[in-house]
């Protein structure tokens, strides 16, 4: 099956959604994947006298990369938007098996701020495809907001080549050191930037 939700703003998918029979009689089928190793657990009743049904949306799982947990957040946010239709497509057959709007979608999510999570795995997924040579990024936990800010830093220094922070030094200035003594005279110090330790992988960005 291909699950769809449409907006006026476009469509997301997720293509792979394998359904297994957990109830059916005269009146009700009941399909579920929750035999799947994806995030989104899909439950579908069709009622079959009323001619209608209900997708239930259950975030189950992480994404193992942050390509697959952004796809499936995307899901969610889009059957959050007001014009959203879900649609359920039989590949094999090319034929539509349900299509309702958002009355009848049921979504459960632990996510405080959808919107915003979604924002953070894009930078992440950016970041990510300009650093292949440290290796494939995983996700084993959600992202928390140490995780975001890391991310949020870096994504300014992969996208701008720089980052602005704030910081306070230390040092002591030696008798015979050369001050300089004009108004506006600039002192230059470098930094190496550590390596970081992010999703499974380190990377050094400067």
Same mark, same amino acid.
């Given at each position: 099956?291909?699950?769809?939700?449409?907006?006026?703003?476009?469509? #997301?998918?997720?293509?792979?959604?394998?359904?297994?029979? +957990?109830?059916? %009689?005269?009146?009700?089928?009941? !399909? @579920?994947?929750? *035999?799947?190793?994806?995030?989104?657990?899909?439950?579908?009743?069709?009622?079959?006298?009323?001619?209608?049904?209900?997708?239930?949306?259950?975030?189950?799982?992480?994404?193992?990369?942050?390509?697959?947990?952004?796809?499936?957040?995307?899901?969610?946010?889009?059957?959050?938007?007001?014009?959203?239709?879900?649609?359920?497509?039989?590949?094999?057959?090319? #034929?539509?098996?349900?299509?309702?709007?958002?009355?009848? +979608?049921?979504? %459960?999510?632990?996510?405080?701020? !959808? @919107?915003?999570? *979604?924002?953070?795995?894009?930078?992440?997924?950016?970041?990510?495809?300009?650093?292949?040579?440290?290796?494939?990024?995983?996700?084993?936990?959600?992202?928390?907001?140490?995780?975001?800010?890391?991310?949020?830093?870096?994504?300014?220094?992969?996208?701008?080549?720089?980052?602005?922070?704030?910081?306070?030094?230390?040092?002591?200035?030696?008798?015979?050191?050369?001050?300089?003594?004009?108004?506006?005279?600039?002192?230059?110090?470098?930094?190496?930037?550590?390596?970081?330790?992010?999703?499974?992988?380190?990377?050094?960005?400067?």
């Amino acid at each position: 099956m291909r699950l769809e939700v449409s907006s006026q703003n476009g469509t #997301v998918a997720l293509p792979y959604i394998e359904f297994r029979i +957990v109830r059916s %009689d005269s009146t009700r089928v009941t !399909l @579920v994947n929750d *035999h799947q190793a994806i995030p989104l657990e899909v439950t579908l009743d069709l009622h079959i006298r009323e001619k209608n049904g209900l997708v239930r949306l259950r975030k189950v799982r992480i994404g193992r990369t942050p390509a697959d947990e952004k796809e499936m957040v995307a899901v969610l946010l889009w059957t959050m938007r007001s014009s959203s239709r879900i649609r359920l497509i039989d590949i094999e057959r090319n #034929v539509i098996v349900h299509e309702s709007d958002l009355s009848s +979608v049921e979504r %459960d999510t632990s996510l405080p701020d !959808l @919107v915003r999570y *979604h924002e953070i795995l894009e930078k992440l997924c950016f970041i990510e495809a300009r650093a292949r040579r440290f290796g494939a990024m995983g996700l084993d936990r959600e992202l928390n907001e140490d995780d975001a800010a890391l991310i949020e830093e870096l994504f300014m220094i992969v996208r701008d080549g720089q980052v602005e922070k704030t910081t306070t030094l230390d040092f002591m200035v030696k008798p015979d050191s050369q001050i300089p003594e004009h108004a506006g005279a600039e002192i230059k110090l470098h930094f190496d930037m550590e390596p970081v330790d992010l999703c499974g992988t380190r990377n050094r960005f400067g």
